[in-house]
């Protein structure tokens, strides 16, 4: 029987893109293992892969690649920023990218194939596994596929790349700003390294700034707003994986690189658990290795930041019909006093008593819009001394409404404090998402048990030791009686994106989120289920301070109106209703007020009223493109001792940092009370600093 003929072996042209001769030299070997016949063409870095691609300068004669083999973390160009352009390009769309990095990271593999890498595989390479990679690409790409004509493509060559919006995992561009760093180092030398390092950079823009101290850097922190932390280990006031810790909770999710004298890999195992994303051995530091850390850094935290924000979005969609009914209550209890106080016929216990109903009213109304902005916010943990108990009793409430009827909700809550550092908006959101779950997995009704504890782990017990080592912890235990988890799927339910519910009944993202927020935390998560016999979420947190202070807190005193001496306020605030009512309580208690509806309204009455104003009390988000930030900005350049304050009905996140803000001393949020207006005001006009709060 004749054989048929082979098929006729194409030599496959191949761009190779890393900046690692080792790395080069092992991808060559692995491909001449794989058997492909192949023209091989090495680069160094992503701006000279895009000139070869594009046939530029020295590469004009470039042959068009059949293939690209890319890293992922290059100088100058992140491999990132070159699949995303390469996949954007209607010229060099076609050719095959296959992702050969380091990093086995979810977020990364997501990441790159969001952006439609053909393959992603981890160095160092396994030959056999690059083999088959291969092996497929050549009898399936190379001879299967039909490419568009290479006249079609000819004509592509020049036109214009067409313009997408870029995905939810899109790469950042890391030339687009300067990163602000955080050097922590006692030493003068090795501080000075850094920073030359730093400098030497082609791929980003750096601006530094060192302490030496680990106190220093969480003075430093709560002033001002960093990218990125490069910390060493030993510090004159703190050691060890007492620094790290330390600067994880000063840090409130900015990215935390360790410097340490010694390359020990269990070591630098500890310093990840602790919560450091990256360590660095000083003998080490260059400026390919820094720059490398830090974009790693950058880019984990903002893909992990899209993924909870996500999350929390399609929570609020889950809450909205609860939230509703709940506003609209407060609203029947507002509207209606008001009205009663209209019609008249009240006596004056009766006003009061009305007056009271409306406060009682919008302060639970406030409450509730906060919440909700602790839910959609874009922002980094808030870390603070928080009660675990209280996070837990106080959304009751809301976690009512969010089970329905079916589900009986039972609280178990620990007799004493139970005191965290933690962003309580955080662990509200755990609680949600866990919730969420077990009404699902309860579609009859059932009962969800929320328990918390005290506990202490200790090394070789029974317990599996958090990231933050042996020690006391708190216990947050959520246990549902629903039809429980497979064990085939129960290793994969904290992979994003994994779910096994129906299309459009859920993202995957609820339980990669909690993952996420406990590992913040330095704490961990369990989880134990058996099909048809319910599921339970065991999480373990490091206790904080002990004592009353968290639980305890002053009685409130009467506190006389602080009243103003005949200074002029400029108030700006595109909202008519909230404008009148702050100009009323200002006159009311001696101030002159302006009052003007959008910042360009400001700006063109300022040369007129410009001399007489004391106090600009702006709102920071207006209409008409010129915010409060931006009118402040303006009004400075003017009057470099001009004063200013800001109130916003936005998250308390909202700038805070970049602005150098303070609640209470130069910033309100809404609604505000009469007495915090007032000593808004007045501290504003007193404080001996007059730098207004301006964006840089």
């Known amino acids: 029987m004749t054989q048929p003929e082979s098929p006729i072996r194409k030599t496959i042209e191949i761009l190779l893109v890393d900046d690692s001769a080792t790395d080069r ?161 006692d030493s003068a030398t090795d501080a000075l390294l850094i920073s030359a390092a730093l400098e030497e950079s082609n791929s980003m823009k750096f601006s530094s700034v060192r302490v030496d101290r680990v106190e220093s850097a969480e003075a430093r922190l709560r002033m001002e707003s960093f990218d990125v932390i490069v910390s060493d280990l030993g510090l004159p006031d703190s050691q060890g994986m007492e620094t790290v810790s330390r600067m994880c909770r000063a840090a409130s999710g900015v990215p935390l690189i360790v410097l340490t004298m010694t390359d020990d890999d269990a070591l630098g195992l500890q310093i990840l658990q602790v919560g450091a994303v990256d360590y660095i051995v000083k003998g080490q530091i260059s400026t390919r290795a820094l720059s490398r850390a830090i974009r790693y850094a950058i880019d984990r935290r903002n893909i992990e930041e899209q993924l909870r924000h996500s999350q929390r979005m399609e929570s609020i969609g889950v809450l909205a019909g609860g939230v509703a009914h709940d506003f609209n209550n407060m609203l029947t209890i507002i509207r209606g006093n008001a009205e009663l106080q209209m019609i008249g016929g009240l006596g004056a216990a009766q006003i009061r008593s009305a007056a009271e109903q409306v406060l009682l009213a919008s302060d639970r109304a406030a409450t509730l819009t906060r ?58 959101q755990i609680i949600m998402n866990l919730a969420v779950n077990a009404r699902d997995a309860m579609p009859s009704g059932g009962v969800l048990n929320v328990q918390t504890f005290a506990v202490k782990i200790v090394s070789g017990g029974k317990s599996t030791i958090p990231p933050a080592g042996p020690g006391d912890y708190v216990r947050l235990v959520v246990k549902d009686a629903g039809a429980g988890i497979p064990a085939d799927i129960l290793p994969h339910i904290f992979e994003p994106f994994y779910t096994t519910k129906q299309v459009g009944e859920g993202t995957g993202l609820g339980l990669s989120t909690v993952f996420g927020i406990v590992q913040q935390h330095r704490g961990l998560i369990e989880v134990v289920s058996e099909p048809g016999r319910g599921t339970t979420f065991t999480i373990s947190l490091p206790l904080g301070v002990t004592g009353d202070a968290v639980t305890q807190q002053e009685t409130p005193r009467p506190v006389e109106l602080k009243k103003g001496g005949g200074e002029t306020i400029l108030l700006v605030d595109d909202e008519e209703l909230v404008r009148d009512l702050a100009a009323m309580i200002l006159r009311m208690n001696g101030y002159k007020v302006i009052e003007v509806r959008t910042g360009s309204e400001a700006l063109l009455r300022w040369p007129e009223i410009g001399d007489n104003v004391d106090l600009v009390l702006t709102d920071m988000v207006m209409p008409d493109g010129v915010s409060g930030q931006e009118l402040c900005r303006r009004l400075h350049e003017q009057n470099p001792d001009i004063r200013v304050a800001y109130c916003t009905g936005y998250s308390s996140g909202v700038r805070v940092k970049e602005l150098r803000l303070t609640e209470g001393v130069n910033y309100l949020t809404k609604p505000y009370s009469v007495e915090a207006l007032l000593g808004l005001v007045r501290t504003r006009l007193e404080s001996t600093d007059s730098r207004p709060p301006i964006a840089t």
């Open 25 to 185: 030299m092992l991808a060559a070997e692995a491909l001449k293992t794989g058997g492909m016949v192949n023209a091989l063409h090495t680069v160094e870095d992503g701006e000279e892969a895009m000139q070869f691609l594009r046939r530029e300068g020295k590469y004009r004669d470039a042959p068009r690649p059949d293939l690209i083999l890319l890293d992922l973390n290059m100088p100058r160009k992140d491999g990132r920023e070159v699949l995303a352009e390469v996949k954007q390009d209607p010229y060099l769309k076609y050719i095959p990218v296959v992702i050969l990095t380091t990093s086995k990271a979810d977020e990364d593999v997501l990441a790159a194939y969001g952006l439609h890498a053909n393959c992603y595989i981890t160095k160092p390479l396994d030959f056999a596994q690059f083999g088959k990679v291969a092996s497929s690409l050549e009898n399936f790409w190379f001879q299967m596929v039909t490419l568009p004509p290479e006249e079609s493509l000819e004509a592509l060559k020049h036109a214009r790349p067409v313009k997408e919006e870029p995905s939810s995992v899109a790469p950042v561009h890391l030339q687009d700003k300067v990163w602000r760093v955080l050097i922590v180092e």
């Open 371 to 428: 919440q909700l902005l602790t839910f959609s916010r874009r922002q980094s943990l808030k870390l603070e001394q928080v009660d675990l108990n209280e996070v837990v009793g106080d959304f009751t409430k809301m976690l009512r409404r969010l089970l329905g009827p079916t589900i009986q909700l039972e609280l178990h809550l620990a007799a004493h404090p139970l005191p965290i550092h933690a962003d309580a908006g955080m662990i509200e």
